[in-house]
């Protein structure tokens, strides 16, 4: 056709070139071009004539495109530009170099890319497009939150697309996200894949703890892949593992409810194995689940310091005590040796504490004082929570910005059970945790599911109370091993609470030592001082009513809103030197802020680690006064180590301070080559 087309007038040889793209996409925008699609249109445009008179084309026919590829059209002047992709099309007509695309786009992302071209194709601009959409991208890799929410899968799926184009251009922070991005084409697998690298292949140290930070930014990540499997992988992948508890607890974010109660059975067979928890991986359990990491942080702590009895010092007991029940419970689901001689003194002084508590130096729930403050602030009721869990429910809350003013244990009235509970009228109540000990225990799994119950109070709390202080006080506490007891019967005795207590007639009644008697107007009530229990069979769950210590300290705490004004003066801590080194005794921390406020307790962390109590003969007046041997053996390190100091449980305040190793290289080393 080519060879016998002539022009009309030799001022045509002037005319400008015809151009024609060769669209093997099909998404190539038609306006301002006449688009060719069959071959019969191609044809009566040679026929006719009517090409001298076209500026551009687009052919859109795989047979057209394939037959004249190659085949050199001279007359007329003809410009051919082969689009095999969307990408030279953008190249050739839209300044958008190929190089801005890192990972491929699918048809909805090209839409986007086309539907956001300025008409004026010299005004085009990679960046100008990826503005449009992410807005700024200085801080690309924290923007990462804004995208892979669950909560907004379908609306954020082209900003992911983008994002993660724009990542592989970046250097990011860290090696993790690095290798993240760089091994990651689709955007909609990327916490897939961070997820799973974890438990496929080998990751280091640092890594392992970008992982889990990466994955514990989101409120609910979102994957491409259900729980089931990530959940079958796992299990797939800690089967493995074997006995290896170390490195299943490194390699466990704890995003998942299955990972974190496998937490909850790894722990408890690492302590067992190694009569303790290693100092260093408790960072890693705190980083992966806060509340656990609180519930067991007691049961790690150093040894017991000396012997306290309830009545002389009710919170040094009840420290000392749930130190010793959380680790039975969840190392050795059976009271240990050293639990049952606590208890054997609890008992062996039951007439003394009687006694305190009927004089006010236990405290009651009826103290004239105590219902006081509660009459004046309010307070939230929890049904059946013990001071075993005050660690954790203050943790939770100091981790929503809440200030914890005051916290203490709190003698139930006997017998240990609601009904006998002495406040009324509460803001708000929450019985969600009693309705979950009474059903059929199984270790460690319901410690695991006690714990997620009391995050979502928390949070319920949270969500719902925001004006001002309010107090948080529990009933009564449980006991899980009273389902080990055995089951006697006492003549004249109806159980209550699967036997931890029962009501009899009269006043008096024949037993053996083990109970005690609590005479009403209008029933008379035995309570166990034992794990044993009135009745044919002993309770499945966990169970309360008797005068176990885990049955009778309920908690109360005092808290504070964000935001809310406490009116109280903050406690400073400061050490007295600049810099400390392994030749001195001691490191000496001043203390200020404490004027009028009663210490009764001080605890210590260094760099995340594990609390220790400090004893009272390390505290001279504003001074607190610790061994370097102590410090060092709770992660004081060469360099700037960051202390945490506890008053009361509820104060903090929290210093630097530089030690300087006695194996550190000096100046003077080098100098004399030492």
């Known amino acids: 056709m080519a060879e ?12 400008p070139a015809i151009e024609i793209i060769l669209d093997e996409t099909g998404m190539v925008p038609t306006e301002g071009h006449e688009v060719i699609t069959t071959l019969k ?26 037959a004249i590829k190659d085949t050199d059209i001279s007359v007329p002047k003809v410009n051919k530009r082969i689009v095999e992709n969307q990408k030279d099309y953008l190249s050739y007509y839209q300044n ?3 190089t801005s695309f890192t990972i491929e786009p699918d048809a909805t992302i090209w839409n986007v890319i086309f539907s956001n071209l300025h008409t004026d194709c010299r005004k085009n601009s990679w960046s100008k497009i990826v503005t449009t959409i992410l807005g700024s991208t200085d801080n690309l890799e924290e923007d990462i939150t804004k995208y892979w929410e669950d909560s907004i899968r379908i609306e ?17 922070s860290s090696p993790f996200p690095e290798r993240l991005v760089k091994e990651v084409e689709d955007p909609e697998q990327l916490l897939d894949y961070a997820y799973n690298i974890g438990i496929s292949s080998e990751i280091d140290a640092q890594s392992l703890k970008d992982r889990a930070k990466l994955l514990k930014r989101f409120k609910k990540p979102l994957f491409n892949t259900g729980i089931l499997t990530f959940e079958q992988n796992y299990a797939e992948w800690k089967e493995r593992q074997g006995a290896d508890y170390r490195k299943i607890v490194e390699h466990t974010t704890g995003i998942f409810p299955f990972e974190r109660q496998a937490i909850v059975e790894v722990v408890s067979l690492l302590m067992r ?26 049961a790690i702590g150093n040894a017991l310091e000396k012997e306290v009895s309830i009545k002389d010092d009710p919170q040094g007991f009840a420290n000392q005590y749930f130190a010793q029940y959380i680790r039975a419970k969840l190392v050795y689901d059976a009271p240990t040796k050293r639990l049952e001689e606590m208890q054997h003194q609890y008992f062996g002084e039951w007439k003394d504490t009687l006694g305190a508590l009927s004089i006010g130096k236990i405290p009651q729930h009826n103290d004239t004082s105590f219902k006081a403050q509660i009459d004046a602030d309010g307070y939230i009721f929890l049904d059946g929570v013990g001071y075993e869990w005050h660690n954790v429910i203050r943790v939770l809350f100091e981790r929503k910005e809440w200030k914890i003013t005051s916290i203490q244990p709190i003698f139930s009235q006997l017998p240990s059970d609601t009904a006998h509970f002495p406040l009324l009228d509460p803001v708000k109540e929450y019985r969600d945790f009693d309705g979950l000990i009474h059903k059929h225990y ?35 506490g449980s006991t899980a091993f009273a389902r080990k007891g055995r089951a006697r019967s006492i003549k004249g005795v109806k159980k209550e609470h699967g036997g931890r207590c029962g009501t009899f007639k009269g006043g008096h009644l024949n037993e053996d030592g083990r109970t005690h008697c609590v005479l009403e107007k209008t029933a008379s009530y035995a309570v166990s001082l034992s794990y044993d229990n009135y009745g044919e069979t002993s309770p499945q769950g966990e169970a309360h009513g008797g005068a176990m210590p885990e049955e009778t300290l309920a908690l109360a705490l005092l808290i504070a809103p964000p935001g809310t004004d406490t009116s109280s003066d903050p406690i400073t801590v400061k050490a007295e030197r600049n810099s400390y080194s392994a030749l001195d005794p001691e490191i000496v921390l001043r203390v200020s802020g404490t004027a009028g406020i009663q210490i009764e307790s001080v605890t210590i962390r260094i760099n995340r680690g594990v609390r220790k109590l400090i004893p009272p003969e390390w505290i001279v ?13 709770l ?28 194996s550190t290289v000096t100046g003077f080393d080098q100098v004399f080559k030492l």
């Not at 992660?635 to 190793?661: H, R, W």
């Open 635 to 662: 992660g004081f390190k060469p360099g700037e180590n960051t202390l945490d100091i506890t008053f009361n449980k509820s104060m903090q305040a929290t210093c630097s301070v530089e030690y300087a190793s006695g």
């Open 621 to 633: 007046k504003t001074s607190i006064k610790i061994p370097v041997a102590v410090v060092e053996e």
């Open 156 to 172: 954020m799926r082209v900003q992911r697309w983008f994002w993660l184009n724009e990542a592989k251009k970046r250097s990011l």
């Open 442 to 476: 199984q270790y460690p799994r319901t410690i695991f599911e006690e714990l997620e119950i009391l995050e979502q109070i928390v949070e319920r709390i949270h969500q719902w109370h925001k004006d001002k202080p309010i107090w948080i006080v529990s009933d009564h």
């Open 273 to 298: 194995e190694q009569s303790g928890f290693p100092n260093e991986l408790f960072p890693v359990i705190e980083e992966c689940w806060p509340a656990f990491a609180a519930y067991i942080e007691p």
């Open 96 to 98: 958008i170099d190929p």
């Open 4 to 15: 016998v087309f002539s022009y009309d007038s030799p001022a045509k040889d002037q005319d």
């Open 41 to 66: 249109g191609w044809i009566k445009l040679w026929e006719t004539g009517e090409i001298a008179d076209k500026n551009n084309l687009i052919i859109q026919n795989k047979r057209i495109i394939e």
